[in-house]
């Protein structure tokens, strides 16, 4: 039962470490580099462009709420820094309903500015998985309190940086800007760089760390063991895999990103295409597979996904459709999950719409029905990207706030220490 694809994820983890540590600090310094930015001239701008391309940028909340919000930051500009503007922007463009439009703020936040910490949101609270070898054994605790107070308290003022559209929103994009101390200035729960967090071990004992910034890179990061952690969380970064476990007659399939080939060929960057992997010769090998072994089970695992092009993973379902008519055998699993967004939606939705499956997991940040096809300009002073949509997915009469799994599963930090993927053990266990 050896999976067909494999990749270190320690080795995967220090270099993103790094990629995006140079990457964020080549865009802090180009702003630091900039002259002195004129955010009222911005401000105009956004309040003209945004409301021009986007498809329907009020469906919540009116234009007199937009101008009003726009007002109140321009008279606090002339006694802001950059981070700050940038933030107060985001928060009321997250205000306004659609999780697609964004400010990049982080264009603003130096990767040496954060804290040595990345944590993760699991069923039993939010732990460390990452850190310095100083702070090595901070791995596994969980977050009680920062600077003295309450995480939730923090974490309810940090979720204001996107569009809560469901608690699984949260959990997967607020833990990682719990790292940085300058955001926490900003909403009001530190003074300066560095913060005192108080925690809790595996028996409930609690301690207290005081953390100062530190960049994260391959010679000095701590973290789990990446063989001792579930598979799917060992191998989120790659497009897509394949798994056969011969033993229980099951075949899981990973399907992290909605982008290949031939979808960037098509709809994105052609001169990138040919770096990325080929899905028509994925797609390929799982019919083969489906065909030719004694297969009971499809676990189709979208939990990491957070979309890119919906066709492809489509036309792969309608397939997939008409093999299990003609094998009714064949039980289909969709797992989803907290970062299951955009056209991972949409497929979603095409498995129930064709096959008989069953949904496991946890509830997806997307909505059935939801701003998409994202574009994006620059403001004209300070350079920072908007994003923003340009098309609405009707795909349920209901006002739906996420997809709901038909059986709920979560994992606790436990579990994920011990390398158990609740959600592939209760599927192989059906």
């Not at 919540?60 to 919000?69: N, V």
């Not at 804290?115 to 069923?123: G, H």
């Not at 923090?154 to 994009?173: E, G, H, I, R």
Request: net charge positive.
């Amino acid at each position: 039962m050896k999976p067909r694809y494999r990749c270190c994820l320690l080795f995967m983890l220090c270099l993103s470490l790094m990629t995006n540590a140079q990457t964020a600090q080549k865009g802090a310094e180009a702003a630091q580099e900039r002259p002195a930015i004129d955010w009222l001239k911005d401000i105009d701008y956004l309040a003209t462009e945004l409301p021009k391309r986007h498809i329907n940028l009020f469906a919540l909340k009116t234009p007199a709420y937009f101008q009003a919000g726009l007002e109140a930051i321009k008279q606090t500009c002339s006694h802001s820094d950059n981070l700050t503007v940038a933030v107060r922007l985001q928060q009321l463009i997250a205000s306004m309903g659609d999780s697609h439009t964004s400010v990049r703020y982080q264009a603003y936040l130096s990767p040496t500015s954060l804290l040595p910490l990345q944590m993760y949101w699991f069923k039993d609270g939010i732990h460390v998985i990452t850190t310095s070898n100083e702070h090595a054994s901070l791995i596994g605790k969980r977050i009680m309190s920062v600077n003295g107070t309450p995480v939730e308290v923090v974490m309810d003022s940090l979720s204001t940086l996107v569009t809560k559209d469901n608690d699984a929103t949260v959990k997967s994009s607020i833990p990682s800007v719990l790292a940085a101390p300058s955001l926490l200035h900003i909403l009001g729960f530190a003074e300066k760089d560095e913060v005192t967090f108080g925690l809790a071990d595996a028996q409930g004992q609690p301690s207290t760390v005081t953390l100062t910034p530190l960049l994260l890179n391959r010679q000095n990061t701590a973290s789990h063991d990446p063989t001792k952690m579930p598979f799917c969380f060992r191998n989120q970064r790659s497009h897509f895999l394949d798994t056969l476990y011969q033993d229980d007659r099951l075949y899981y399939v990973q399907y992290n990103k909605c982008v290949s080939r031939e979808s960037e060929t098509q709809y994105g960057n052609p001169a990138n295409a040919a770096s990325l992997p080929s899905f028509k010769e994925f797609e390929s090998n799982v019919l083969q597979t489906l065909a030719t072994q004694p297969v009971r089970k499809l676990v189709f695992d979208m939990r990491f996904n957070s979309g890119g092009s919906s066709p492809q993973g489509t036309a792969l379902i309608e397939k997939l459709a008409s093999f299990q008519r003609k094998h009714p055998h064949l039980a289909i699993y969709v797992v989803l999950g907290r970062r299951t967004f955009s056209s991972a939606i949409l497929n979603a939705q095409d498995f129930k719409r064709l096959t008989k499956c069953t949904w496991i997991g946890e509830e997806t940040s997307g909505k059935p029905n939801h701003f998409g096809e994202v574009r994006s300009f620059t403001l004209p002073s300070s350079g920072i990207v908007v994003n923003y949509s340009t098309k609405y997915f009707r795909r349920s009469k209901e006002a739906l706030h996420s997809l709901v799994p038909d059986v709920v599963i979560e994992a606790d930090y436990q579990t994920f220490s011990q390398g158990i993927d609740p959600v592939l053990e209760w599927a192989i266990k059906q």
